[in-house]
């Protein structure tokens, strides 16, 4: 079975920073982009930042989160990482990995079209 298991949410304080990760199991996602989308309370999920199957194409990120949010991945241990630094308020939601043969328009609005998701870990930030 092909999961995608997050972790690294929790409550931090506005300024603050976390580190999530992603750990792909029941197969290699390698030859996958991944990135995060995050759904807030009342809210859609909404796209938040991806990293092709390489690392080597240019990364995207929502404005909202450019200049403090980085993805980044380690094929060789078949994890993927999102640092958030500077974290918000507003930050506060649901995160999802996810991962998807393509690199591409689906990563943006809600992913639809994507193919794997995992179950979600919370982020919470304190004003």
């Known amino acids: 079975q092909v999961r995608l298991v997050e972790s690294g949410g929790g409550l931090v304080q506005a300024g603050g920073s976390l580190r999530l990760s992603c750990a792909p199991s029941?197969?290699?996602?390698?030859?996958?982009?991944m990135g995060w989308f995050r759904q807030a309370p009342g809210k859609e999920r909404e796209f938040v930042a991806a990293?092709?199957?390489?690392?080597?194409?240019?990364?995207y990120y929502a404005d909202s989160v450019k200049g403090r949010f980085t993805i980044s991945r380690d094929n060789a241990k078949n994890t993927m990482s999102l640092q958030m630094n500077s974290l918000k308020p507003e930050d506060t939601a649901v995160y999802y990995c996810?991962?998807?043969?393509?690199?591409?328009?689906?990563?943006?609005?809600?992913?639809?079209?994507?193919?794997?998701w995992g179950q979600g870990t919370q982020v919470t930030v304190s004003s």
């Open positions: 996810a991962a998807n043969p393509a690199y591409g328009s689906v990563w943006s609005g809600s992913g639809h079209g994507i193919r794997y």
């Open positions: 990293i092709s199957w390489s690392g080597r194409s240019p990364p």
């Open positions: 029941g197969r290699t996602f390698s030859n996958y982009a």
